[in-house]
């Protein structure tokens, strides 16, 4: 294969549209299998990508468009994680709402949505990037307008308004961007490594900001989380797993891969009010979700706090904080993605996901309930899963950066247990009470749980030995660090 | 000469100015329409004579085309009305109102 | 390749091996569970014998076992190793907790024969002795919070192993929160610790040769946020309270927990942090103080509880206040003697209040509701009777000669230690008297079980009977050619003088002995001469019972910051988010329609004023076009 990187978004779209031309036509099951093929087969390719090439550091020629914009993609190890796990978490998502009787366009959104993200992480020009960038939303704003449960055309348009409001920052920022590279070198060019602007003067302060603004829309940073709860309430099980798993780690991927190479000087002058927005989001998020009744809205929270993490460990531009926020990640993507499958087979059964409307599902369901404790530990960061890791090493590298923050993170921390497990409690102890749906829920079948033992496998073998897979990021870490 | 092509063709374009702003009858407004139309060809005509230039003639007779076209849209959309039961009147169409 | 004993390997290896199979089991035969496990735990202590042997006689050892994090930058390196510490201190704590603990598995294969959870219990009871295990032999303080962690999680899992009781659920919910409250602190001192260091994180040897090298600030930080993590773990004022309330579950697990896992934990990592601990000013003096406020509070409280499990979790508070004290002293040695002692005995007496309540039918037993057992529990009440004079301190009883080595120190030190030390002495005499009075002397008050109080059977009696052999035997051997400080000695950082046990002397044994007579005395002519009085004393001042019911209202306390951290998320996630961070965002909406609805008004919808504003607007434009010209 000569363009090893194209294929890897070229494919997920010709199979979404293989998908919908293949419709109709007495194959109801057609389309969900066919999809299924591309995401699995995109899965094994990616997987096999490097033990072919003996590394993940890949790129393709390129091709010179219009204005300096240049058709370029390249793969790096962050690159890879994140394509690796988006093409993981489209085949989990899509064998996870195997019975859901949806229409073609269902299974081919993922694929569209599957294209668009592995461009967004492929691409190393600025303006290909923001086109990726925005096609991700429109998969997704189907995924939840037309597939989502009772309020989800308001969380739809929400979420595709705050989010493209958001992502106007990152173009004003990009424009701005773009223009002074022009005016100091008299070149036109989006290149994202050759960008670098080292100064700390009020427009790289500017650029910094506006571009941070919109990726903290995606990522997303308190105040600008509030479409995250109404679209992952509303969307179906596989799409959360999609939004939480891959698409928030997209305003952190911007963080990584333009703010802070391109912006150097401002990245350290500003990591006190990021790595302090950072604390307060894991520390608000678990407020938040400490308040909430329906299931999924508490997992959303718990996305703000675990974020918050993430995007501290990165701020503190320290190798282990870097490589701690990069990992949690991927962790992250594995956890959450895991739980909201979790309630999307709750919700199947028994079209609830209020804290209330069950209890002692350990007794009816006990493989549910095992996979679900193991899921809520692992997001609670107990060590010897993968939770622990990134939160550990993001903390640590605040703590060299900046200790006050990273001791106020402490009680994100605390916090935690605090609202996952007495949600736990409340949907597998408690003794359900009137009007209660747990007879409904019946226990795991054989699919479900091999989509969790895959997710759970995952999460305890980076947790008990997560050095390989910081090995992904560490060229980021070494170049990014301080 | 110069200032009669001149004269004619902006008497000709206010008229037409006069009847689209102040009629109400939409076929009076379409009426004007052709008239600015008109006024403006025989300047242009004019002046492609003048200087012997077929892409200015060329033009002309595209304004033409657009006229005559125009003409058809807005009669048909004009008899679309009355069809419908409307009156042909602009005020009694407001549907574009915001 | 990694270079380590066999034996040390298999202490991890054995029972993770366990755990797997165990699971497998589960699924297929879940009333097999236990044989892997009681094999694991056969192994684990031949390994932890093996072990103590090669420390004795070959010294401490660090075994590197791989590396478990690592980050590179141009310049530095940050990582964190995993391995195995094997020295005197980790050798006691495998050799306590894989007899103890042992034990206590066999004793639950009788215990939890009826319950329909069986396999489950197993699963998690292995799991709990695992962690622990992993903790004693961590060698640096990533690994030993790793582990702590595990600790913590696995006793969440067993206290709500009845989940379908709301007292269990909400037990282990504050077990495992206030334990996360102090892991905080260890979380906070591992990352200074690592500051420090510079270079990720190290092993205890290398940090406590940095020891007197570290600025003093941050070493006073890490010391007082260590012991605030301890005070979690080992139940101490001001995060104890769980550890009454962890009783809920199954007594295995109580048994388990307060002898030779969790709680046994703070005082362990005191104790592994005394190199650095002592280094700190006025630190020691501070675990001393609380130490003694638990012990004592806790054991005045242990005499106003009518619940069998619950006097013994208020004794053990009060004994884990005995050994922050001791540590506080500067008595190490002392302390870990006592976890050692009173690992044996308490076990001893949970597994009798288990037996007591199986006998009974019930998951736990008061003390009304015993009585006049022993006639019918022998076996129970000869096992009960031995770890209940060690408790008190009887002479030659091990209890006796751990407790004098604290209480000595205490009178040592003079002043309000010598008054607390005393005090302990009678109130734990008093209150273990007072149990064994009424339990196995007092009026019979079980008319209506089903049947009669029988015997436990011989796989629970026996770990039961072995278990109060130690409880009268270990004290002697410890202390007999100094056994026991030998062994700390070997690759302890702290001074040697720290671990020395006097074994007996004349001036602590009158004091602790009279102090012990008074206690018992005060017990029998309570419980026996005066049967009336303790019902009277509730009845009559309500306001007493209720200061010993809130432990003098410190639980009224605690449930109001709880109650205060609850309305403030209520505050935040309910009201904050949604109207005014969230209500912003849907606010733009309806504020860009109010918006439109001013301009639109110019939008008339009359053709002839749009035309109009065409006109002016080309007019507009041509006077533009005519000014440039």
Redesign the interface.
Known sequence: MTAPLTLLWTAPLLGGFLTLLLAGGGAPRLPRRLALFFATALFLYTAAMPLASGSFNLAESGLDLAFGIRYSLALDGLSYALVLLTAFLTMISLLGSWKEGHSAGFWASFLFLESALMGVFLARDLFLFYIFWEASLIPMFFIIGLWGSANRRHAAV?FFL?TFGGSLFLLLGALLLVNERHAATGLWSWDMSGLRLDGGGPLSVFIFISMAIGFAVKIPV??F???LPDAHTEAPAAGSVMLAGVMLKMGLYGFLRILYPVFPGVGARLLPWIGGLAAFNAI?GA??????TDLKRLIA?SSVAHLGFCLMGIASL???G??GGSLQMINHGLTTGALFLMVGFIYERSHKRGLSDFG?L??TAPALGFFFGLAC?SSVG???MNG??GE??S??GM??AL?VV??AA??G??LA???L??AF?KV????PGPGSCASKVTDLDGRERAILWALSGLMIVIGV???PW?DF??AA??RL?L | MTLWVWGVSLFLFFVG?AI???R?Q?LL?LLGLELMIAGTNIVLVFYGGLRADADILGAALLILAVAAGEAVVGLALILRAYNLGLEPD??A?????? | MIHAPFSLLLVLIAPILAIVAGGFLYTFRPRLVHWPMLASCAVVFLAALRLAYLVSTRGAMDVLL?????????G?S?LVDFGLRLDGLSAMMLLLISTVGGLIHLYSVGYMEEDASFGRFFLYFHFFYFSMLGLVVADNY?QM???W??VG?AS?LLI?FW??K?TA?RA??QA??TN??G??GF??AV??L??IVGR?DSNFTDLFQLGASINPTHLALVGFLLFWAATAKSAQFPLYFWLPDAMEGPTPVSALMHAATMVTAGIFLLARSWPLISLVDGLPQWVAAVGALTAIGSAIVAVTKTDLKRILAYSTVSHLGIMAMGIGLGKVGGALFHLLTHGFFKATLFLCAGNIAHALHKPTADVSEAGGLRKHMPVTFGAFTVAALSLAGVFPFAGFFSKDAIIGAALERGGVMAVAGLLIAFLSALYIFRMLFLVFWGPRSWQHPPERPHEAGTVMAAPVSLLAAGAFAVGMFAVWGHRLTDLLLRGWAGSAESLSIPGFEWPSFFAGTSMLLFGAGAAYFLTTAMPDWDPAWRASRPWLARLFETDFYYKSFVSGVVDA??A???A???IF??RV??G???GTGPAVRAL?AR??????????D???WL?AGAAALLGLALRTL
């Open positions: 929400k705050y308190f105040p989380h509030t479409w608000y407020f938040g979700a400490m308040a909430q929270y320290t190798p282990e870097i490589a002692a350990a007794r530990l107990v060590p010897g622990f890791v550990f090493m903390l640590a703590m060299r200790p990273a001791m402490l009680l921390v605390g247990p605090a609202y497990l007495p409690g597998f102890w408690n003794d030995y997560p050095r910081l990021f560490r870490a070494s660090s | 100015l689209v702003v102040l109400r939409l407004m602009a005020p169409l407001r549907e574009l109102r915001g | 791989y590396r478990w994090a690592a980050t590179w930058s141009p530095s940050w990533v919070y790793l582990f962690e595990l999680t969440y709500g989940y379908h709301d659920r282990a919910l495992f929160l996360r409250v892991d905080l979380l906070a990352f200074i690592m500051a990720g951290v609850l403030a998320s209520r935040i996630g309910e988010d949604s961070v969230d912003a965002v849907e439109s301009f639109s008004a110019a939008i008339s919808g009359s053709l002839n749009y035309l109009w006109a």
